[in-house]
């Protein structure tokens, strides 16, 4: 069974347009992420949540509007796409507050804006 | 400037080659972790190190945490294929909520 799953894997959009990534997680964790991933590989935290709760928000452009329905899900919604959002969009939990805990990411959705 | 400073870049070896890749700072931190990642993949977490001078040891992978806490390095003894991906140093500072990311060391293991 998938840890921490995302859809979709890959998406390809215009400049402008408005699109949305799904994360869900089965291991009971509480708290969950996005990460962006640059062309360079640089991995870089957008926000963290912890049950259901905005707990960091590291300076994203306000296009950025990440979504918790419930604790297993952390949904990332991307208005006005610009180029440079090109990247892959990573998810993770961890089980607890600490950041010794282990992080789990998923798979990745790589975003190419056009 | 990049807190977590990774060296090097791009490794290219042939099997049964040993490796050190480093990670480095100029801040301490509370503790330290390795991730690797494999293409089209997360990453996936390999040992984390919380005291200085920590020695941690996975199969043919040996991590080390630098005696002032402000760096790492891991060694790999006779790699294989299987080795390669990109690896990941992050570090937790004392205040901050966050981890943070080196940019990686790429590395390849041709058979």
């Known amino acids: 069974d998938t840890a921490v799953s995302q859809t979709p894997k890959y998406l390809v959009t215009q400049m402008g347009n408005d699109k949305s990534i799904k994360c869900e997680q089965n291991?009971?964790?509480?708290?969950m992420y996005w990460y962006k991933q640059d062309s360079k590989k640089f991995l870089k935290i957008m926000f963290s949540?912890?049950?259901?709760?905005?707990?960091i928000n590291e300076t994203v452009p306000n296009r950025f509007s990440p979504k918790s329905p419930d604790k297993a899900h952390l949904n990332l919604h991307i208005n006005s796409l610009e180029l440079g959002d090109s990247a892959v969009y990573f998810c993770?939990?961890?089980?607890?507050?600490?950041?010794?805990?282990?992080?789990?990411f998923g798979p990745g959705t790589r975003l190419t804006v056009l | 400037t990049q807190l977590l400073e990774q060296s090097p870049q791009f490794l290219s070896i042939q099997e049964g080659e040993n490796l050190t890749v480093y990670c480095n700072s100029s801040?301490?931190?509370?503790?330290l972790q390795w991730y690797r990642q494999e293409p089209g993949e997360g990453p996936v977490l390999l040992v984390t190190v919380v005291t200085g001078g920590e020695v941690k040891k996975l199969k043919r992978l040996t991590f080390q945490f630098g005696d002032a806490r402000k760096d790492s390095s891991l060694h790999i003894t006779a790699a294989q294929p299987g080795d390669t991906g990109l690896y990941l140093c992050?570090?937790?500072?004392?205040?901050?909520?966050?981890?943070?990311f080196g940019k990686g060391t790429m590395l390849l293991v041709s058979p």
């Open positions: 291991l009971g964790h509480d708290t």
């Open positions: 801040s301490v931190f509370s503790s």
């Open positions: 992050a570090g937790a500072r004392s205040g901050y909520s966050t981890l943070t």
């Open positions: 993770a939990s961890t089980g607890g507050p600490g950041l010794t805990d282990t992080q789990y």
């Open positions: 949540y912890n049950n259901k709760e905005l707990i």
